[in-house]
């Protein structure tokens, strides 16, 4: 029996297919192993969470810009960066059942025994397995045409870093940012969005001063740990973890992963990374370009600047904000059962719906009215419209789509010209003039702060 009010996968999957956030890719064939398509309120939620990033990495900082570079890129880039030759996982397949795992997340007994941990049989010999799609560019295929799809989106930046000194004068310490998709062929893709073949990610790159580099790095990990503080999720479900010397990659000079409590335990959610002065100093090397910054504050100095990546999965935070969000919160009493309402908490701020404008009848000139209220909502908020049903069962459907705040149409609206607004998390209702209304919801969401 699962438990009432904890959030399982399960019930998350369950509710992503049944509101519309996230479909199954090519269901109607039986499915695409890896890739998920993004309903109506997940496409939603995803540009949200973009936009929030966005306004936090760009809008609210002078010296960091964005750009979005392309997914193809010349294959040199990925010589450069090690991906051709480090971009690797160990893989061992059941030569009994066919079964395919990462060598190094089945238990060391099974490795070493060389027992499949799923039926027993024999393991092949662990062997490298490259993560980078490759694929054609022109109408021959291999040899000089071979090309990746990008594995990340971080090179993009870096061999872009001359062209945005030049194009925008920026100085030293400064940052660009980039949200864009990349392209894993993850041996195992599980735990429904959370690892998949395709996904995007959200990152800056934080170009600084060499010496400089353990400062900025301390100072961008109390940065992104406020950040989630002001997306409004539960902290208590949040930690930093670092890694240890054997698990560094091979740019890094230090790194530390922010961990989310997901339904399957602790997992990594965003990195923060002291990437040193590696990927410049190989982009340098192999295209022969001179990367070195002339720092014109410093009697104009030449270096290659120091690296720090933040460094997060757009779809991942999805998951997460889902997880965070969801409840189970009993309402009522209904014979000898108790009666639960789903709901999920979302700061307003990347609710996929803010607003949604509810007839109490769809009679009597009611749904007229509310289709005029919400005309007037939609300029300001993302709304919905909904007059199907019992006005109980569409609070409902509007909790388990996260919706913050519900307007209800009523007899005494046609009256007074006020309405009810009704709030998500405390289900509390209170009148409001029509007139009024907007600016109320803005100081509602200005204010909000989550209680549950």
């Not at 930046?157 to 100085?171: A, E, G, M, T």
């Not at 790095?217 to 539960?234: D, P, S, T």
């Not at 190989?282 to 120091?306: A, C, E, M, W």
Request: charged content about 30%.
């Amino acid at each position: 029996m699962i438990e009432q009010g904890k959030a399982t996968m399960e019930k998350i999957t369950s509710l992503a297919k049944r509101r519309g956030f996230v479909f199954q890719s090519s269901e109607i064939y039986g499915g695409q192993n890896g890739a998920w398509d993004y309903g109506p309120l997940g496409v939603e939620l995803k540009n949200r969470i973009a936009q929030n990033w966005w306004k936090e990495m760009t809008q609210l900082h002078d010296e960091i810009v964005g750009i979005d570079a392309a997914i193809l890129m010349h294959p040199r880039v990925w010589e450069a960066s090690g991906h051709v030759e480090n971009f690797t996982d160990p893989l061992v397949d059941c030569k009994k059942c066919n079964a395919r795992f990462r060598a190094d997340q089945i238990p060391t007994e099974n490795l070493n025994e060389k027992k499949c941990p799923d039926c027993g049989g024999e393991l092949t010999d662990t062997r490298k397995f490259n993560l980078m799609f490759k694929t054609n560019i022109g109408p021959i295929e291999g040899g000089d045409n071979a090309i990746y799809l990008r594995p990340e989106t971080a090179q993009g930046i870096y061999v872009n870093y001359k062209n945005v000194i030049q194009s925008n004068r920026v100085k030293i310490p400064f940052g660009i940012a980039q949200i864009g998709k990349a392209f894993r062929n993850e041996i195992v893709t599980k735990n429904f969005i959370f690892r998949t073949c395709e996904f995007e990610q959200m990152e800056m790159q934080y170009f600084v001063k060499p010496g400089a580099d353990v400062e900025w790095f301390n100072e961008w990990r109390k940065r992104r740990w406020a950040y989630y503080e002001r997306l409004g999720v539960k902290m208590e479900s949040l930690r930093w973890r670092q890694h240890g010397p054997d698990e560094l990659a091979h740019y890094a000079k230090d790194a530390y992963d922010v961990e989310y409590l997901f339904p399957m335990g602790w997992k990594e959610l965003e990195g923060v990374h002291n990437r040193g002065q590696y990927d410049l100093m190989r982009h340098t090397q192999f295209s022969g370009k001179d990367l070195q910054y002339i720092d014109q504050d410093d009697g104009n100095k030449k270096y290659v600047p120091f690296i720090i990546e933040t460094s997060a999965g757009l779809t991942r935070t999805l998951l997460m904000l889902l997880c965070d969000a969801y409840d189970e919160e009993k309402v009522a009493e209904k014979g000898d059962a108790d009666d639960y309402r789903t709901v999920l908490r979302f700061h307003p701020n990347i609710a996929p719906i803010t607003v949604a404008v509810l007839p109490l009848q769809k009679k009597d000139g009611l749904a007229e009215l509310a289709q005029n209220i919400r005309a007037e909502l939609m300029n300001d908020f993302t709304t919905d419209y909904d007059q199907g049903g019992a006005i109980g069962r569409r609070y409902r459907r509007q909790d388990e789509a996260g919706t913050p705040f519900c307007v209800t149409v009523d007899y005494q609206t046609k009256e007074d010209g006020t309405v009810t607004l009704r709030f998500r998390d405390s289900m509390k209702q209170i009148r409001v003039p029509r007139s009024e209304l907007a600016e109320r919801i803005r100081r509602e969401i200005k204010a909000y702060k989550r209680t549950v």
